[in-house]
Structure formats: C-alpha cells, structure tokens
C-alpha cells in the first residue's frame, strides 16, 4: 500500500516563500515519476510539475522560475520549493507518484496553501 504524506502547506504574503514536503512509504525509485499539482476553489486540477526516475523535470508555465521540484531519495521525500508566491497560488497542493507500466496513481491527501495579505 504506497502512502504519501504532505506537510509544509500554510498562510504565506506575496512575495513569500513555502516548501512543501511528501514523505512516501517507501523508494522513491519505485515510481516512474512524481510531482505535485494543485486545484484552486472552482478549478481543474493542474499539474505543477514533475521529476521522473531518471530526473527529467517539467513545469506549467505559470510557475516557471519560481518553483523548484526535487527530492531526497534517503528519506523518501519529493519537495517542491516555492518563492515568490503570488495570490493565484493558492490552492490544495497533492502529490502525486504513478508507475507507466502499471497504469497505477497514488494521491496524497492534499496541504493547503494560502498567499494573502
């Protein structure tokens, strides 16, 4: 059963800086990718970005720059750094790992981010 466990959401100004963390419940060379997305009240789901098992990293556009993904293969943890932080950030960040070969997805239960003044 893979678990994954976000922390690190919170109450951030603009201009501000989080980062969040996923501990999963075990190697992260298990999966064949991870990343976070994010789902603002009244909106889809969007992927933030992502790092697959060889390390290739995508981000949306809208946070290019300003969002760092990586992990910690030791501790089993995926972190997303985030500066700069702008009201349209807000949101309930998951994580999110798959195997390709699979077809599985494993969800995290979400942290929740807030930029306001």
């Known amino acids: 059963q893979v678990q994954l466990v976000e922390s690190g959401g919170g109450l951030v100004q603009p201009g501000g800086s989080l980062r969040l963390s996923c501990a999963a419940s075990?190697?992260?060379?298990?999966?064949?990718?991870m990343g976070w997305y994010r789902q603002a009240p009244g909106k889809e789901r969007e992927r933030v970005a992502r790092?697959?098992?060889?390390?290739?990293?995508n981000y949306a556009d809208s946070v290019k720059g300003r969002f760092t993904i990586s992990r910690d293969n030791a501790k089993n943890t995926l972190y997303l750094q985030m500066n700069s932080l702008k009201p349209e950030d807000t949101a309930v960040y998951y994580c999110?790992?798959?195997?390709?070969?699979?077809?599985?997805?494993?969800w995290g239960q979400g942290t929740q981010v807030t930029v306001s003044s």
């Open positions: 999110h790992a798959e195997h390709w070969s699979e077809g599985s997805h494993y």
């Open positions: 075990g190697s992260l060379f298990t999966f064949s990718a």
């Open positions: 790092i697959t098992r060889d390390s290739m990293l």
